[in-house]
């Protein structure tokens, strides 16, 4: 398991794929503490839902669904200097959903997250056909 509020996992300091995988963790684990640590005060979040929320709004707003998400099995991480990219499929209650996001890290802090909505899973078109 990541340690979160250290940065490092045994003598090897974290990657910037290491802190993102500890934020998803810390939210499936509702560990808030965890989360703040890995977090930067200049913060900004923005999804379909939200422009650019800061720390305090994310918090306030978003951090909530944490009691939501059962788990996140992240099917896709891919890491290019400062951002990392993660493609996850997440459980609530009985909705299964897909997700991207990108995640910009610095000074082993995450500065910024854009997610990416997906699609319900299964998926609710039919293989091959366009909702329309």
């Not at 290491?18 to 503490?33: M, S, Y």
Request: net charge negative.
């Amino acid at each position: 398991m990541l340690l979160a509020t250290s940065r490092h996992t045994g003598d090897a300091a974290m990657t910037t794929s290491d802190i993102a995988r500890a934020l998803f963790n810390a939210f499936a684990r509702q560990d808030r503490a965890a989360a703040e640590a890995l977090i930067a005060e200049d913060f900004r979040f923005t999804s379909p839902l939200d422009n650019g929320l800061d720390r305090q709004a994310y918090f306030n707003i978003c951090w909530p669904n944490s009691e939501r998400i059962e788990n996140f099995e992240l099917k896709h991480v891919a890491q290019d200097g400062s951002c990392v990219l993660v493609t996850y499929e997440a459980l609530a209650g009985a909705k299964r959903f897909r997700n991207t996001e990108v995640m910009t890290i610095s000074d082993d802090r995450i500065t910024a997250v854009e997610v990416y909505f997906g699609w319900n899973v299964p998926h609710d078109v039919p293989p091959g056909k366009h909702r329309g």
